[in-house]
T-cell receptor, first 114, second 116 residues
């Protein structure tokens, strides 16, 4: 079955703009998580959605937001972009009901902020 | 809070050499442990996992054993290949909040280069 799909794969924005990234989870998966990957900070948890509800949120400013739709697809939005927001944004999905926490990742959306 | 510490490398090995990447963790609960691999330009792929103490995860010749007494989950492979060149991440997953939400905490990653 198809894996986690993220769009767009690459994008370039300028400071102050906003960006929306999209994620389609594996069919049947109801949980979607987002992670930010940077060379300096590594992989950091942004938030997790399950059945359209945010269940968990990492330590990021309010400029980072997300949502999940009834078909489990998710979007994340970053407003008022800063240079430090340049990163690979990874989406991961799971059934949301496992007790092991195993996640399946997409290939990521690489954001460059100029 | 939870944390994962792994050797950061980079690690360079000759083909057929033995690989060990050390990983230790700190967690308040009873986490599951994972090794993920990231090939250039790609996302993360699950390599192996272990969900309880003394479990051994294995896949593609890689192995790791969940050691609760030493809070470790070291990755090993007896004979590496050029195709194993990638970045390897150790991670733990613990239950956060009563809503059943899991969150992965990652190590910094270890870049492995295997030369012919």
């Amino acid at each position: 079955k198809a894996g986690v799909t993220q769009t767009p794969r690459y994008l370039i924005k300028t400071r102050g703009q906003q960006v929306t990234l999209s994620c389609s989870p594996i069919s049947g998966h109801r949980s979607v998580s987002w992670y930010q990957q940077t060379p300096g900070q590594g992989l950091q948890f942004l938030f997790e959605y399950f059945s359209e509800t945010q269940r968990n949120k990492g330590n990021f400013p309010g400029r980072f937001s997300g949502r999940q739709f009834s078909n489990s697809r998710s979007e994340m939005n970053v407003s008022t972009l800063e240079l430090g927001d340049s990163a690979l944004y990874l989406c991961a999905s799971s059934t949301g009901q496992t007790n092991t926490g195993e996640l399946f990742f997409g290939e990521g959306s690489r954001l460059t902020v100029l | 809070g939870d944390s994962v510490t792994q050797m950061e490398g980079p690690v360079t090995l000759s083909e057929e050499a033995f690989l060990t990447i050390n990983c230790t963790y700190t967690a308040t609960g009873y986490p599951s442990l994972f090794w993920y691999v990231q090939y250039p330009g790609e996302g993360l792929q699950l390599l192996l996992k272990a969900t309880k103490a003394d479990d051994k995860g294995s896949n593609k010749g890689f192995e790791a054993t969940y050691r609760k007494e030493t809070t470790s989950f070291h990755l090993e492979k007896g004979s590496v290949q050029v195709s194993d060149s990638a970045v390897y991440f150790c991670a733990l997953s613990d239950l956060y909040s009563g809503a059943g939400s899991y969150q992965l905490t990652f190590g910094k990653g270890t870049k492995l280069s295997v030369i012919p």
